[in-house]
């Protein structure tokens, strides 16, 4: 017996609905007759697959609906960090997000991260976010010659330091901190997990570098232990955590 | 559009721990050391004139009076006067440094609460430690019990 293509229910087929998505859009260019720099939320429907995520969905909508749409996406596997945006209010990555994970009867929501300019639809200036990541140095500082061979380190040593390493600079833990959202200042979550890559890093030696900087006014001390920031790291990174141990390092003065 | 590397401060600056003597750290580590104390202080508090002997039906003024004459109470009560005041006036300059942006609003606020936090502290230390627990001619039943030897 063979399938035919008007058979009713295949065996293993992805059951298919349809998907309102309401987008947060930024038209910088005044398109259309809009004012330049207008802000609105447009609502889109699409057909999805139960396996289809939100950037299934966008891509529909890009490819098939409205071709200025615009987002970013690089790899689209949850790797490169390029799509985090804020989806049914949380912060999160279009790519590891299924629709059917959000309640896909009522319109899924999407907006650009919060506290970062916003460029167009839902690209954000991520300027702020890096600057913050190159005051922190991120890059391994030692002195002496160099060694011929690796740097080894000891299991326990590389343990301190694992979940900080997981981090792919997506900025959603930034964006989703009240503090940073308010003051532009502060270095935000990000900054302070890639520091703490370092700082506990026993190859590193310039932790008290590290530290001085974040020992600064909108260093550390501005976190109010809010965990949102780890809520929506989109990699499980304990951030808060990693927060607390570089204001332990610095109220102890032992790393 | 031409754009740049963005330049990378050199690194291998030279180290100095004076930093950790920081405000900023200081403030951080006196609200987490006073709020336990003030748990302490104000579960003992509530505790001494809400739940021991008659509870609440023990308040009025001479149990008050009496506590107020008795110098264990008055620095007890001085204690978590200061650190509540200066715990909460810290806690209000965090909230003031995170949402007052423009500086003439800042400057305002954090006067305002200087000054507000230095006029409690003060009247509250004054009553503590003027406080009359036996006024002349008020009537003898209402007086806490330590006034009847004068």
Known sequence: MTATADAPAEVGAIPSMTVTLKILRFDPDGLDGREPGSEYWEEFQVEAHATDRVLDALHKIKWDQDGSLAFRRSCAHGVCGSDAMRINARNRLACKTLLKDLNPARPITVEPLKGLPVEKDLIVDMEPFFASYREIMPFLMTSGPTPERERLQSPEDRAKFDDTTKCILCAACTTSCPVFWTDGQYFGPQAIVGAHRFIFDSRDEGEWDRLEILNDKAGVWKCRTAFNCTEACPRGIEVTKAISEVKKALTTGEV | ?150
């Open chain 2, 1 to 150: 559009m031409m754009s740049t590397a963005p330049e990378l401060k050199s690194p291998r600056r030279p180290v100095s721990h004076s930093t950790l003597g920081r405000a900023q750290r200081w403030s951080w580590i006196f609200q987490r050391v006073s709020g336990v104390i003030l748990i302490v202080l104000i579960f003992t508090h509530l505790f001494v004139n809400l739940w021991s002997g008659d509870g609440i039906n023990q308040i009025d003024f001479a149990f008050v009076a009496g506590k107020l004459a008795n110098p264990f109470w008055q620095w007890f009560d001085f204690l978590m006067l200061t650190l509540a005041m200066i715990h909460g006036a810290n806690g209000m300059r965090m909230i003031i440094e995170d949402y007052a942006h423009t500086p003439w609003l800042k400057a305002t606020l954090h006067w305002a609460l200087r000054i507000s936090t230095v006029v409690i502290i003060v009247l509250g230390t004054l009553v503590l430690f003027t406080f009359d627990p036996c006024p002349a001619d008020a009537p003898a039943s209402l007086l806490p019990s330590l006034c009847e030897d004068i």
